[in-house]
């Protein structure tokens, strides 16, 4: 196969293709087929998008080789005044799309994100109210294989079975016996909108931190198709490469009363020189944000999973908490007898990329669960609407009642392949 850059412009600013195929034909091969993979494949993990090739190409820049320790004008570094132009134009993007007062750009991923809001707010032994994990957190929400589940003394709160949504009446219960210093709000598989004015008044009541990691949902705050945490929250974590369709990186913003503590946790508490190149394509992602055309991506994309949850339910799943409000919904597949598990491997031989996700209450293990976690983010960058998460939704339920019957799963896979083919991604320069 030919291997064309993905947008290469005619001048030679430093990422180049076909040297990479020249130089490392077998790296440059996993390259190209990871492309083709992302283009045949329908991509339905929720936290999983299509960056722009501008941001790509910030990415494989030379600003990668750039050591900038410190920040922009207060830098331990020469040679800081290009990427100090770059990272202060991130700052003022992130604080004006978001209304923020303070803006960090520099942490590596969404973990890093959340290391950072830890040391600046709090101490080994203290007390955090996060979401659980088996309800739909995140591990570094106090799972007790990381490090915020090890130093940290974590206090869960989940869902409700009732309605499988956050109950409030419980973390505020929660908040008033264990006295927090943080209270976290934010999931990676809960499919409803948080109630950020409830949260606030809990953290009033008790004194708490107010920290809001909205990794999964800033993308829809930043195309302003959902309510926005940053007025209420001291500290909003997330990372940029979700619906935000940024760089792979995090991110956070504060109320100013933070920001040295906020600056100092990321550098030097625990990062040393931050990746100029992917601040880059974080503040290219910032500006695509404000365009009139990623309101109407943001809001396309819950309609586009409203449409894939009620399809996967019209063929007889069961979307948790009754649907969902967001970019990804909690499929309990329990109906098929067929687990998570399967149903991810299934689903893989068909084309389609999703994850087994447990489900509140779920009576299987983790590794095993009783659910599927779907994502419109992607699909809909490739310019997907309704009538194909109809068809998603019909692929998916095939896959997952094919038996692993091998000739219907090659069937399926063709057809994933021929949809993804009318809604090309990163197409080859014509
Ligand atoms: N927990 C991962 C996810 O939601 O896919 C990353 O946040």
């Known amino acids: 196969m030919s291997i064309q850059p993905l947008n290469r ?8 293709f076909n040297a990479m195929e020249k130089q490392d034909p077998e790296i440059a091969a996993v390259v190209i087929s990871e492309l083709e993979r992302q283009r045949n494949k329908l991509q339905l993990i929720a936290s999983e998008n299509f960056t722009s090739s501008a941001v790509l190409a910030a990415m494989g820049s030379t600003l990668s080789n750039k050591y900038a320790e410190g920040y922009p004008g207060k830098r331990y570094y020469g040679g800081c005044e290009e990427v100090d132009k770059v990272e202060a134009i991130g ?4 604080k004006k799309l978001f209304g923020a007062e303070h803006a960090n ?3 590596h991923s969404g973990a890093s994100a959340n290391v950072a809001v830890y040391l600046a707010f709090a101490k080994p032994g203290d007390t955090v109210l996060a979401m659980s994990l088996p309800h739909g957190g995140h591990l570094t ?3 007790k294989v990381n490090f915020s589940g090890k130093w940290f003394n974590i206090v869960s709160y989940g869902v409700r079975q009732s309605d499988e949504l956050i109950d409030y009446d419980q973390l505020r219960d929660l908040a008033l016996e264990h006295k927090p210093k943080m209270i976290c709000s934010g999931a990676t598989a809960y499919p409803s909108l948080i109630d950020f004015e409830k949260v606030r008044k809990i953290c009033d009541e008790v004194g708490a931190i107010m920290w809001v990691d909205a990794a999964h949902f800033i993308g829809l705050v930043a195309g302003k198709a959902i309510p926005s945490p940053v007025p209420y929250a001291d500290v909003v974590s ?13 991110m956070i913003l504060s109320k100013a009363a933070h920001a040295a503590a906020i600056d100092k946790a990321v550098f030097p508490g625990m990062q040393g020189g931050p990746i100029m190149s992917a601040i880059a394509g974080k503040a290219i992602a910032l500006q695509e944000c404000m365009s009139d055309s990623y309101k109407t991506y943001a809001k396309q994309v819950i309609e586009n999973c409203q449409a894939l949850a009620k399809g996967l339910v019209d063929l007889g799943l069961r979307a948790v908490s009754g649907g969902t409000q967001t970019h990804l919904a909690l499929i309990d597949i329990r109906s098929t007898g067929v687990t998570g598990k399967v149903a991810d491997e299934l689903c893989g031989l068909a084309g389609i990329s999703l994850n087994k996700n447990a489900i509140p209450f779920d009576p299987q293990t983790p590794a095993v669960t009783s659910g599927i976690r779907v994502g419109s983010a992607a699909t809909t960058t ?3 609407g309704t009538a194909q998460m109809k068809q998603i939704a019909e692929f998916i339920v095939s896959a997952i009642k094919s038996g692993a019957d091998q000739d219907k799963l090659a069937k399926i896979k063709s057809q994933v392949a021929e949809l993804c083919a009318k809604f090309p991604v990163y197409p080859e320069p014509k």
């Open 9 to 16: 412009p005619e001048k030679y600013y430093g990422p180049d």
């Open 91 to 94: 700052i003022e993007r992130a």
């Open 105 to 107: 750009l520099q942490p």
């Open 141 to 143: 929400h106090g799972a």
């Open 238 to 250: 997330f990372t940029t490469h979700k619906v935000l369709r940024g760089p792979r990186g995090g």
């Open 382 to 384: 490739q310019g997907m």
